[in-house]
């Protein structure tokens, strides 16, 4: 599943393509893929201009002239894919549907504006989705009435951070840290990165973690994140970004699937173990448990 960094940069990349386009035409092949009625999609889609293209952790919204949105979520294979006269532009899972003629048997929802332009969404394994619903009522998903505060708001401040870990002291920092009620869109790449960024060890208790650490906990945690955003996301596996180019984080990662590696900060051999049922990457050095 992407991670806030990787969805950030496809919203950032359709930003660009998308926004002011007309919807004249959609097509879908599975209902769990595109659960809407008919109606909603004849009344609030055809005919509906894209205002804007927002996030909010994992979840991609692209709001209508109609007062709608389409609310859509990549999952683990998900592409978007932009095809117009001039340029071509593809963002999520790298299979051959980023270059392929489309539609193909993945494709599960197209979209086509009223220049000719098309946006497929495709899911080889139909876990993503694409919903359209009232704007207005996006913010009544049990999903994004539980997500927590988005990591990288400018107004999102270390004091608040550490007041939002408060209930959990006696959960161990990762598995806090990847609990999307507490902070949104942080996923496994991005906690052992900031964790070995702030010296501070999966395993610990949120409970024994003091101000300084927390404070530098933070400041870590929107570096590493920042930064991905710059190279365009870790996608050197599983994502890409709107053009079609995959992320190149990995290749300034310090601590993830570095095992075996030595730490750059003191060269101590990485290790990785399971922590939050998750593989986890930590130097026995910098991070003590």
Same mark, same amino acid.
């Given at each position: 599943?992407?991670?806030?960094?990787?969805?950030?940069?496809?919203?950032?990349?359709?930003?660009?393509?998308?926004?002011?386009?007309?919807?004249?035409?959609?097509s879908?092949d599975?209902?769990?893929?595109?659960?809407?009625?008919?109606t909603?999609?004849?009344?609030?889609?055809?005919?509906?201009?894209?205002?804007?293209?927002?996030?909010?952790a994992?979840?991609?919204?692209?709001?209508?002239?109609?007062?709608?949105?389409?609310?859509?979520?990549l999952k683990?294979?998900?592409q978007l894919?932009?095809?117009?006269?001039d340029?071509?532009?593809?963002?999520?899972?790298?299979?051959?549907?980023?270059?392929?003629?489309?539609?193909?048997?993945s494709?599960r929802v197209?979209?086509?504006?009223?220049?000719?332009?098309?946006?497929?969404f495709?899911d080889?394994?139909?876990?993503?989705?694409?919903?359209l619903?009232p704007?207005?009522?996006?913010?009544?998903?049990?999903?994004?009435?539980? &997500?927590g #505060?988005?990591? /990288?708001?400018?107004?999102? *401040?270390?004091?608040? %951070?550490?007041?939002?870990? $408060?209930?959990?002291?006696?959960t161990n920092i990762k598995?806090?840290?990847?609990?999307?009620?507490?902070?949104a869109g942080v996923?496994?790449?991005?906690a052992?990165?900031?964790?070995?960024?702030?010296? &501070?060890? #999966?395993?610990? /208790?949120?409970g024994?973690? *003091?101000?300084?650490? %927390?404070s530098?906990?933070y $400041?870590?945690?929107?570096?590493?994140?920042?930064?991905?955003?710059?190279?365009?996301?870790s996608?050197?596996?599983?994502?890409?970004?709107?053009?079609?180019?995959r992320?190149?984080?990995?290749?300034?990662?310090r601590?993830?699937?570095?095992?075996?590696?030595?730490?750059?900060?003191c060269?101590?051999?990485?290790?990785?173990?399971?922590v939050?049922?998750?593989?986890t990457?930590?130097?026995?050095?910098?991070?003590?448990?």
């Amino acid at each position: 599943m992407p991670e806030l960094p990787e969805v950030e940069t496809v919203r950032r990349g359709l930003h660009a393509l998308i926004l002011g386009k007309k919807i004249s035409a959609t097509s879908n092949d599975n209902p769990k893929s595109f659960p809407n009625t008919q109606t909603d999609v004849n009344v609030f889609l055809i005919g509906a201009s894209i205002t804007d293209i927002r996030r909010r952790a994992k979840v991609l919204m692209i709001d209508l002239s109609t007062d709608y949105s389409l609310v859509v979520h990549l999952k683990m294979t998900g592409q978007l894919v932009y095809v117009g006269s001039d340029a071509r532009f593809g963002a999520g899972h790298p299979n051959d549907s980023l270059v392929n003629t489309l539609p193909d048997k993945s494709t599960r929802v197209s979209l086509q504006f009223d220049d000719g332009s098309m946006l497929f969404f495709n899911d080889q394994r139909k876990f993503g989705w694409v919903r359209l619903m009232p704007t207005l009522e996006i913010p009544n998903l049990p999903f994004m009435q539980k &997500v927590g #505060p988005e990591p /990288l708001e400018p107004d999102f *401040t270390a004091q608040q %951070f550490a007041q939002r870990f $408060s209930r959990r002291a006696r959960t161990n920092i990762k598995a806090a840290l990847l609990d999307q009620s507490v902070i949104a869109g942080v996923g496994n790449i991005y906690a052992d990165e900031a964790l070995w960024g702030a010296r &501070v060890h #999966p395993q610990r /208790l949120v409970g024994s973690l *003091t101000d300084a650490e %927390f404070s530098l906990l933070y $400041s870590q945690l929107r570096e590493v994140m920042n930064l991905s955003i710059e190279k365009g996301g870790s996608s050197n596996r599983n994502y890409v970004n709107a053009e079609g180019k995959r992320g190149s984080y990995m290749d300034f990662a310090r601590v993830f699937r570095r095992e075996g590696l030595p730490c750059p900060r003191c060269g101590t051999t990485i290790e990785k173990s399971r922590v939050a049922g998750r593989g986890t990457h930590t130097c026995p050095t910098c991070q003590v448990a």
